[in-house]
């Protein structure tokens, strides 16, 4: 079978060697890193063999938030941030800067456990999709090969999670599709976050590929969900 292989970066060492020891037992291999540096002289060493990245926030040297702004310049692997800071804006900037998830400290292991589960489940159901296609909505095209997405001729920077939510409306265009449907396809059937995510991630993308000069493609079906179209 083969080996999935985790990042686990945490800069108190009794936390990482706990956090390993649980991890090993679900068959994960494990490797630490205690600060931003060894992050991501690790990572990059052979980038493609990370599964996952388990990442604390506070790290001397160089932070989570940048390392995972760096990891994700390069590379699409599901990163988890741990951390104790549990403000909203907190939570933005991570998801913002190319988290796929976040978990508060102290959390219960068998939560980890389960949003580790998750990631990785996403992550093979999508190294085995067939190949890709080609989408387009009026002016917007997707690539779901290259990972680009453009209007009008200007390219869009996506994040992992904007890019997947776009690709669900696109592959569903004109299909009015639930939040839950929406929840469901792009974080998981059993996403354990907060439930209005849908709707600033939906957010977000109308920040970047809805302008006046551009006109609208993602509409809001009230008391239902969002659908993406071109309307006459």
């Given amino acids: 079978m083969e080996k999935t292989n ?40 052979d980038e493609s ?21 760096r990891i994700r310049k390069k590379s699409l692997v599901p990163i988890i941030i741990m ?13 913002d800067g190319g988290a796929d998830d976040y978990i508060t400290k102290p959390f219960d292991i068998e939560e980890l456990l389960a949003r ?10 999508y190294s085995e999709a067939p190949a890709a296609h080609l989408y387009k909505t009026g002016d917007l095209t997707l690539d779901t090969e290259k990972r ?10 996506l994040t992992q999670r904007e890019f997947d939510l ?23 059937f059993d996403y354990m976050g907060q ?9 977000y993308l109308r920040n970047k590929i809805d302008r006046p000069e551009t006109g609208k493609l993602i509409h809001t ?6 659908a993406l179209r071109v309307e006459e």
């Fill in 195 to 203: 439930t209005n995510i849908v709707d600033v991630y939906i957010r």
């Fill in 148 to 157: 680009m997405a453009s209007r009008g001729g200007k390219t869009f920077d």
């Fill in 49 to 69: 063999k990370w599964d996952l990245v388990l990442l604390d926030w506070m790290l001397p040297k160089l932070n989570g938030l940048e390392v995972c702004r």
């Fill in 83 to 95: 951390t104790a800071r549990d403000y909203v804006g907190d939570k933005v900037a991570g998801l």
């Fill in 6 to 45: 985790i990042l686990l970066v945490e800069d108190e060492k009794s936390v990482a060697s706990f956090v390993a020891t649980e991890l090993s037992f679900e068959n994960y291999q494990v490797e630490e890193a205690y600060d931003g540096e060894q992050a991501l002289e690790l990572f990059f060493s």
């Fill in 116 to 125: 580790v589960r998750v990631a990785i489940r996403r992550r093979k159901s």
């Fill in 221 to 226: 079906v009230r008391g239902v969900g969002y």
């Fill in 166 to 188: 776009l690709a669900t409306l696109m592959k569903n265009e004109g299909k009015v599709m639930t939040r839950d449907e929406l929840l469901s396809k792009v974080w998981g």
